[in-house]
């Protein structure tokens, strides 16, 4: 089963949770209200092999990234991290230095970002590293941005640059991205109800606007030569940027009246305007790529997506 059909079973789900449940499965983060008050949760794992390489990066980076993917899913709701747990299933000849050294990178990296880790599980076997993180969020007086907001006419952002978030070894800036939660959070102040939508860059632009689009019935276009990508990718660089994925940036959607008052950078990270949504043409939403030279295609289905 692929992962966007085991979601759309999971979404189905959803009229059936009760009223507590504010934001149900699909977007960044789940909610539910605690207390009269709104509790942000996220989880997400890291498995060595498919997310990370334990043969080639260090095991504090490998810490951090755990961490930090799932505070980049807590930037995309321009909330605040409050705590933190893990569940750690490590392979039986880890050693005792080295599980040390893991969690004591983890629970450095949660405290830098003042979100404390609280708790776990930890549990050993005949398999791969695996590190289930789930943290919980404040949304601190700002409205959780969620994925449904676009609205066609709507100018598309994205922050920092994309692609090639993975070397040849495993390494490279998926390893060291940082969370852009500070940036998000003066989104949200300076562009108030201006701010329609907002996602994480996780699975690749493609995929992940994509997701925009479907939540909020709109459809998309790309200007191509404005895509920000790092500089050491091969031409045609902006499909590297589509596809490749574990960015941790952010794409987000503003009003088209808006766009004046959106920073061109944030504590140095530039912000991008990259293209428009526009109204839903068919059925299912679609994005379209405009390239410079004048020429038009079809947005190609790239991205990451488990499947079994």
């Given at each position: 089963?692929r992962e966007f059909?085991?979601?759309q079973?999971?979404f189905?789900?959803?009229?059936?949770?009760?009223?507590s449940?504010?934001i149900?499965p699909?977007?960044d983060?789940?909610a539910?209200?605690?207390?009269g008050?709104?509790?942000l949760?996220t989880?997400?794992q890291?498995?060595?092999?498919?997310?990370?390489?334990?043969?080639s990066?260090p095991?504090?980076?490998?810490?951090?990234?755990?961490?930090?993917r799932n505070l980049?899913?807590?930037?995309?709701?321009?909330?605040?991290?409050?705590?933190?747990?893990?569940?750690?299933?490590?392979?039986?000849?880890?050693?005792?230095d080295?599980?040390?050294q893991l969690?004591?990178a983890?629970?450095e990296?949660?405290?830098?970002?003042?979100?404390?880790?609280?708790?776990?599980?930890i549990?050993?076997?005949?398999?791969p590293?695996?590190l289930?993180?789930?943290?919980?969020?404040?949304?601190?007086?700002?409205?959780p941005i969620?994925r449904?907001?676009?609205k066609?006419?709507?100018?598309?952002f994205?922050t920092?640059?994309?692609?090639?978030?993975?070397?040849?070894?495993?390494?490279?800036?998926?390893?060291?991205?940082?969370p852009?939660?500070?940036?998000?959070?003066q989104?949200a102040?300076?562009l108030?109800a201006?701010?329609h939508?907002?996602?994480d860059l996780?699975?690749g632009?493609?995929?992940?606007?994509?997701?925009?689009?479907?939540?909020s019935c709109?459809?998309?276009?790309?200007?191509t030569a404005?895509?920000?990508?790092?500089?050491q990718?091969?031409?045609?660089?902006?499909?590297?940027a589509?596809g490749?994925?574990?960015?941790y940036?952010l794409?987000?959607?503003v009003s088209?009246s808006?766009?004046?008052?959106?920073p061109k950078?944030?504590g140095?990270?530039?912000?991008?305007?990259?293209g428009?949504?526009?109204?839903?043409?068919?059925?299912?939403?679609?994005?379209?790529?405009?390239?410079?030279?004048g020429s038009?295609?079809p947005?190609p289905q790239v991205?990451?997506?488990?499947?079994s």
């Amino acid at each position: 089963m692929r992962e966007f059909e085991l979601l759309q079973h999971v979404f189905g789900r959803n009229a059936d949770l009760p009223e507590s449940v504010s934001i149900p499965p699909g977007d960044d983060m789940g909610a539910i209200t605690l207390g009269g008050q709104t509790v942000l949760m996220t989880v997400d794992q890291v498995i060595d092999g498919i997310h990370v390489n334990t043969g080639s990066s260090p095991l504090d980076l490998i810490a951090r990234k755990s961490i930090v993917r799932n505070l980049s899913d807590v930037a995309a709701m321009a909330a605040l991290p409050v705590a933190a747990v893990v569940a750690a299933c490590l392979p039986r000849d880890f050693g005792e230095d080295r599980t040390r050294q893991l969690f004591d990178a983890l629970a450095e990296t949660a405290e830098r970002y003042r979100c404390p880790l609280v708790g776990g599980d930890i549990s050993i076997a005949d398999r791969p590293l695996a590190l289930t993180v789930t943290v919980f969020a404040d949304p601190a007086g700002v409205e959780p941005i969620r994925r449904g907001g676009a609205k066609p006419g709507d100018a598309v952002f994205v922050t920092g640059k994309l692609g090639g978030a993975w070397d040849e070894s495993g390494g490279g800036a998926h390893l060291t991205a940082e969370p852009r939660l500070l940036l998000a959070r003066q989104l949200a102040e300076a562009l108030a109800a201006d701010l329609h939508s907002m996602i994480d860059l996780s699975d690749g632009l493609a995929r992940d606007l994509l997701h925009i689009c479907e939540h909020s019935c709109v459809d998309a276009v790309i200007e191509t030569a404005s895509i920000p990508v790092r500089d050491q990718l091969p031409e045609p660089r902006w499909k590297r940027a589509l596809g490749d994925g574990e960015d941790y940036e952010l794409c987000f959607t503003v009003s088209d009246s808006a766009v004046a008052r959106v920073p061109k950078r944030i504590g140095g990270v530039p912000i991008t305007r990259i293209g428009r949504t526009e109204p839903l043409h068919d059925v299912r939403p679609c994005i379209t790529l405009h390239h410079a030279d004048g020429s038009v295609e079809p947005c190609p289905q790239v991205g990451w997506e488990h499947q079994s």
